[in-house]
């Protein structure tokens, strides 16, 4: 049987060869990167199962590197860090990491375990996970409106442009949009990740000695994408010059690499998505109308988790299972009053928001109790100090009143000597709504 191929990225050479050997005797193929521009050549080189990545590295951390990982194609993902804070946990999960781990950790009772984990759990071969129209959760006549523009528009040739605010799924849009169709290959870019100069090669590709550092040819997105589908992500920030050289390229069907002669003809359906509105772009003169109107062929408007209350549960019922099958931990429980906290938040940052949140709550849960209303408190009070001093000192007082009170809101108040006022506005800082003992 073919041993799984896992990509180790680390720039300690000793804990490279340590983890390398450990993998090795454990009957895993490793291939080893100092860095993470090291490693993402290897990636884009083989099809590895897994990739391993320290947090911590020079020229391209380990968030970076998923990021990149994500644009190419789904792998499971394992990110590890020396005394993890838990703004890197986050950021981590919201990234799409698979896992998180602590370092320095045990390989054979933490590492291999999550290894087998990631492989088991990979997305392609998920039994439960969900595909195709149905990755878009909720009951709301808004996402079943959704689901069904999903499959309507899946099977046409036709561009998509995506529309929604930030963390709303425009992304599980797109991916699902492809899942619904017969196309071979789904690759994702946004195009604010990169400076407007190498955007262009990005996307299209260049020659050998196109420019300074092009050592050899290399292809675009859109090359990659042939026969599949490119989801260009954060349209409405393109700038003008790559704004025109998109136009062409859509409406001619060919690409031509920077540095080169050669047209070469593609099959790609292109989804664009942004948080934008487009055409308040298109009228204030900052995106092309030509441009607009041939990505706008078909178009999905995602509506905010704020206009469907009644989805919030079912989301977070599924992100909390994703989360804890990712960590090995077992599906928490959860009372009546956590599930109502977050029908009451307005989550302006929406299902994004949602997952970091939920995370957070897990991260401080002591896995005896349900989830309760405190465990959302705590988890923002551990990014308390990057909102100001006041915060800091406020956050864990207020939580710990919170506890004492047995989540009653009113008796915590008194106990820390706060006016109703002042409670209210602690309360919606920290992003919750309140449960009792006054209103938003």
């Known amino acids: ?18 983890l390398g050997a450990a993998l090795e005797a454990s009957g895993f193929s490793v291939l080893s990167a100092a860095d993470g521009i090291e490693a993402l050549a290897h990636f884009e080189a083989q099809p590895v199962d897994v990739v391993l990545s320290d947090h911590g590295m020079p020229r391209l951390d380990g968030l ?31 990234s799409g990491a698979l896992h998180f781990l602590e370092y320095p950790f045990r390989v054979e009772e933490q590492l291999l375990p999550t290894i087998a984990l990631a492989l088991d759990t990979d997305l392609q071969r998920m039994p439960d996970s969900k595909r195709g129209a149905e990755r878009f959760l909720g009951v709301s006549d808004a996402a079943r409106r959704v689901r069904s523009l999903i499959r309507r528009l899946a099977p046409l040739h036709a561009s998509v442009l995506v529309l929604g605010e930030t963390g709303v799924g425009k992304e599980v849009v797109a991916r699902a949009l492809h899942e619904e169709s017969a196309r071979a290959r789904f690759v994702s870019f946004a195009v604010t990740e990169l400076a407007e100069g190498l955007l262009e090669a990005e996307l299209f590709g260049h020659e050998r000695g196109a420019f300074t550092g092009a050592v050899q040819a290399r292809s675009g997105l859109f090359e990659q994408a042939h026969g599949g589908t490119l989801l260009l992500d954060e349209i409405g920030d393109a700038p003008p010059a790559l704004q025109a050289k998109l136009l062409r390229v859509l409406e001619s069907g060919d690409v031509r690499r ?24 298109v009228r ?39 989360l804890s099958a990712r960590s090995g931990s077992p599906m928490p429980t959860a009372t009546p009053e956590f599930f109502a906290v977050l029908r009451a938040e307005r989550w302006p940052g929406n299902a994004r928001e949602l997952r970091a949140a939920l ?28 909102l100001g001093a006041e915060d800091s000192q406020i956050g864990p007082r207020m939580i710990e009143a919170f506890r004492r009170a047995d989540g009653n809101q009113e008796a915590a108040r008194r106990a820390l000597g706060m006016t109703r006022a002042a409670w209210r506005h602690r309360w919606q800082h920290f992003g919750f709504a309140a449960l009792s003992g006054g209103q938003r």
């Open 1 to 18: 049987m073919t041993r799984p191929l896992i990509l180790l990225a680390e720039d300690q050479a000793a804990t490279r060869q340590r």
């Open 64 to 94: 970076g590197l998923l990021r990149a990982v994500r644009r190419i194609r789904e792998v499971p993902f394992i990110l590890y860090s020396a005394g993890a804070a838990a703004e890197v946990v986050f950021r981590a999960g919201r």
């Open 258 to 281: 920077v540095g080169g002669d050669a047209m070469r003809a593609l099959d790609v359906r292109v989804i664009a998505a942004t948080h934008r509105d487009l055409a308040a772009e």
């Open 284 to 322: 204030a003169g900052r995106f092309r109308e030509d441009l607009f109107y041939r990505l706008a062929q078909a178009t999905i408007a995602v509506p905010p988790l704020r206009e469907r209350s009644t989805d919030v549960d079912v989301l977070a019922r599924d992100l909390l299972r994703q």
């Open 359 to 386: 995370q957070g709550a897990l991260l401080w849960w002591d896995d005896i109790a349900p989830l309760a209303p405190a465990d959302l408190l705590e988890a923002h009070a551990a990014l308390a100090p990057a």
